[in-house]
């Protein structure tokens, strides 16, 4: 007993010394630097918020808007998100998203009442009152200038206690010191014209101890990256807690940094970020290039997820047709080691082509498409001259891990990454990457464990802090699930069955290392704080509502999954495990089993992603239970 007590010690204390000097050792070289050094300071008494509708980093341009080109070339900038929203019928999410600081439910300006009542009652809880409440709570005024409206009655933007429209709202003509406020919102209709309305308005507008900020508005109907500029100064990138990724911001975002610029205390809850800024080395005219890019490449992206989706289903069911007529087809084909490797290795190279080709950038769908088909090639022939064992887990584990390093750039707008667009986040693990990383990280650790246990230990401390650190994976749903995986791997280990109070201990345990890990990421500053820090600081501040409403929006979005094509290829996947195991009697360990079914189960449950990461899992790992297979099989028989 004292012996597994010292053992437990030791381990426990070095997860405490790699976490902690890894959690602070690895922060952000790039320093920060807030708005004129004043945002904080509340030296701001004017904001200008300026809103191009439609308005993208493709349409700025010298000859075509010289105007707007030259004042955002002096502002920091960003490419601006929708955030994780389906699309609707026009833009008037960017606006209930804009006015209430948190994700709304779509909807358009006819009825104000009932556009506070229904995203109020939602599961985001949003207040679109919060804009114009907070204001005027604190003593702000407001205008609202603005062109003839084209997705309806603007006036929508700022609703007060009562949910009828606040504020003067008049045309941008009428832009004049006698009617400018602490706030003026001037919003520009997109066309021909907009570049000289806006030089118009720019110059009418207050200067001193003003703020001003530029976006464009969103049109979730074809969602995509707009623009964001805050003259916090040249040769800066906007940055926030949202999406922790320097150049890139969300919606939810504006009204907290008006907020916090002008010291007005949000009269309900915000789920955006300040915007600040960071240092960069590019010139404007490569970065308004490059967000021009990324919104191509965001915008491609899901055609990228739908082919690769469809190439991990048709392999997953090849495999197991394979193995399922094993005996049928045995007269006529050669079931040798070399055939299943070279089939393990082409489905193993789809996986990971769908990251490699991200070192190309592409254009169009059809391009990518070809690409992956030619990396896909290359990879699996390469690959299928390889014996080791553990190489393929070792790969993955090792690539993805490395991209954290990289600024993500594996990941970025990749078929099973990041979309800018879509996601909720830009940093750590993926949903698909998170997943991978946990599976190869446990097949590893089941070979090292059975080698020599110390290694498989230190081994399982080192992914826990791969998944878990908020400056490395980030995963608050993979932390969950590595951490029941590994506990419920070493209750078992010596092939005791799970019962309900062993499980039980295997939920205390992982509860227990999520805090620990919620509370490493709680002391880092708020502004860099992922989920998990986010989460443990509702906790502390007992706001049990937003605890419980992330669980909840997890469960729905993994509920969500449940008709989507990875559900099927979770079900294939576990039929073909369980035929690989049967036909070739294949000898697993009941504690590695019960780890699997725990890590996947977990990880479909609490991740929004749901079946995505249950699938993954599931056709990763049956890719290694067959490799370890066909090892024991012949170079050269005719499978019996």
Known sequence: MLK?????????GLLVFLALSMAFGFGSSTQEVQAKEVASDCKYSQVNLIILNDFRWKDLNRLTTPNIYEVLSEYSTASLSPGRTPESKDSSRFFTTLSSGTRTLDDTFDDYSRIYEKNIKSEFNADTTNFAVSATDAGKTISLFSDKPIIGDEKALIIDKDQNPLGKELPVEKIEEKNLSDINIVSLASGKSMDNRFSDAYEKLPT????????????????????????????????????????????????????????????SKVEGGVISAKNTDSSFSARSNEYSQDNTNSKIRGSKNKFATFLVLFSSILITVLVMLKKTLKQNISFSKGFYRLIISFAFGIFVSCYLTNVIQSLTVDEWELKLLLFLFVIGVFVSFISWILFKPAFILVM??????????????????????????????????GAAVGICGLVIFFHLYAKRKSFGNLFAVLLTLIVALPNLGADVGGTFAVVAAFATFYVAVNNDKLDLKKLIKVGVI???????????????????????GRTFDSIVHLEFIDFFSII?????????????????????????????????????????????????????VLNDAGTIFGAVSLFLYMLFLLEKAASQLPAKVNIE
């Open 552 to 604: 909840y929006r997890k469960m729905i979005g993994a509920l969500g999954t449940v008709n989507s094509p990875w559900f099927v290829i979770m079900l294939i996947c576990i039929l073909g495990i369980t035929l690989i195991i049967k036909k070739f009697q294949l000898s697993v360990d009941r504690s590695q089993i019960y780890a699997v079914i725990i890590y996947c189960f977990i990880g479909t």
């Open 510 to 532: 992982s509860s227990v290392a999520v805090l620990f890990f919620g509370f490493i990421d709680y002391l880092r500053p708020v502004e860099e704080r992922s989920h998990l």
């Open 4 to 12: 597994v007590l010292k053992r437990v010690s030791i381990i426990s």
């Open 208 to 267: 001193k101890n003003a703020l001003n900020i530029v976006v464009g508005s969103i049109n979730y109907t074809s969602r995509h990256l707009s623009v964001a500029a805050i003259d916090f100064g040249e040769g800066k990138e906007l940055f926030s807690r949202t999406r922790l990724r320097k150049g890139l911001v969300e919606v939810q975002d504006i009204a907290p940094t008006v907020f916090d610029s002008m010291c007005i205390k949000a009269a």
């Open 400 to 433: 993805l891990t490395a991209d954290l390093f990289l600024d993500n750039v594996l990941q970025v707008n990749s078929a099973f990454g990041y979309s800018f667009i879509s996601n909720s986040r830009s940093y750590g693990f993926s949903n698909y990457s």
